[in-house]
């Protein structure tokens, strides 16, 4: 019993030690995406960055959402990878996502 007891103490806390601090940073681009091919060109070339995990992009709302291992890297240098590529990202800070307005429906 005393064994199985320190073998699951050692189990957690070595799970707790290999936790990773995942961010997400959202940013929005110049020149803007329009199209499935910059969506493509931004996936492709942020994916082979150190630390991230997730590309989204949305092109309606101009917005991508990358989502990262803060330690292997940062949000200021994601944001620099994108140069690397010709374009320019800019943080998209505290801003809550847009909410969709629901139309009022007819009764009859």
Same mark, same amino acid.
């Given at each position: 019993?005393?064994?199985?007891l320190?073998?699951?103490?050692m ?5 707790? #030690? ?17 199209? *499935? =091919?910059?969506e &493509? ?9 150190? #630390? ?5 992009? =949305?092109?309606?709302?101009?917005? !991508? ?26 943080? !998209?800070?505290n ?6 307005? *629901? &139309?009022?429906t007819k009764? =009859?």
């Open positions: 019993m005393k064994k199985a320190v073998l699951s103490a189990l957690l806390t070595a799970m707790v #030690g290999m936790a990773k601090v995942v961010k997400t940073v959202v940013v929005t681009t110049q020149p803007q995406m329009h199209c *499935e =091919n910059c &493509k060109k931004i996936k492709g070339n942020l994916r082979f960055e150190k #630390g991230v995990k997730q590309i989204e992009c =949305n092109i309606d709302e101009q917005r !991508v959402t990358i989502t990262y291992d803060g330690d292997k890297t940062n949000s200021e240098s994601i944001i620099k990878s994108f140069q690397k590529f010709g374009y320019q990202a800019t943080e !998209v800070k801003e809550e996502p847009a909410k969709k307005e *629901e &139309k009022p009764k =009859n």
